[in-house]
């Protein structure tokens, strides 16, 4: 198994630009989480699906984040229009079973840059 | 609210020595206590979490209700230790976990 897998591994795009970031969750797994990483604010968690419903998207910073989980196989985040204080490491990670007692195995991460 | 805190963004400590990365935690409830690694160029993975109560990679983590802590240990730090290291807090109930800022730890040869 690959794991979790995330793509683009590195994004660079203007301020304005439309960017979207994509997941492939671990296959069985019914749980499925967006972070994002800066020096500063450690780990956020920003969504989280369970079932590919959204449970919690109060860590989304602002209405220019959207994710979606259109099938338990993949999910996108969003983010329209990108400003330069979005870029960070955004990390996609899923686990098995609710109630969270199961690990969260987490993807590579998405290193974007906004310039 | 649930509050995980890492006071020490960066720690370096000499291989051979002890090292302690400290986590203090903000829970009205009875709370699950996690710590993930992330090593250079690999994933964040689960290290250990309170309620297996084992030692993983000669760390320990003991879960300290009336301090309110997690703090990880280990008696003789190995350079290959050298990694970044996240205290993670489940509510009960809960299927997401609240992640502090992190500890770089860094073991010098």
């Known amino acids: 198994d690959a794991g979790v897998i995330q793509s683009p591994r590195h994004e660079v795009t203007e301020m304005g630009q439309e960017v979207t970031l994509r997941c492939k969750p671990i296959?069985?797994?019914?749980?499925l989480f967006w972070y994002r990483q800066t020096m500063m604010r450690g780990l956020e968690l920003l969504i989280y699906?369970?079932?590919?419903?959204?449970?919690?998207d109060s860590g989304m910073p602002e209405d220019r984040f959207s994710a979606k989980m259109p099938n338990a196989s993949f999910s996108t985040l969003k983010i329209q229009p990108s400003e330069p204080r979005d870029s960070a490491v955004y990390f996609c990670?899923?686990?098995?079973?609710?109630?969270?007692?199961?690990?969260?195995?987490f993807g590579d991460g998405t290193r974007l840059s906004i310039l | 609210a649930q509050r995980v805190t890492q006071p020490e963004k960066l720690l370096s400590v000499f291989k051979g020595a002890p090292v302690e990365l400290k986590c203090n935690y903000s829970?009205?409830?009875?709370?699950?206590l996690f710590w993930y690694v992330q090593y250079s160029r690999q994933r964040l993975q689960l290290l250990l979490r309170?309620?297996s109560r084992e030692s993983i990679k000669g760390f320990t983590a003991d879960l300290n209700k009336g301090e309110t802590s997690f703090h990880l240990k280990k008696p003789f730090a190995q350079e290959e230790d050298s990694a970044m290291y996240y205290c993670?807090?489940?509510?009960?109930?809960?299927?997401?976990?609240?992640f502090g800022t992190g500890t770089r730890l860094t073991v010098i040869p």
């Open positions: 990670a899923s686990s098995l079973g609710g109630g969270g007692r199961q690990p969260q195995h």
């Open positions: 699906f369970n079932n590919n419903v959204p449970i919690d």
């Open positions: 829970y009205s409830g009875s709370p699950e």
């Open positions: 296959s069985g797994h019914n749980s």
């Open positions: 309170h309620i």
């Open positions: 993670a807090l489940r509510a009960t109930g809960a299927n997401n976990l609240f």
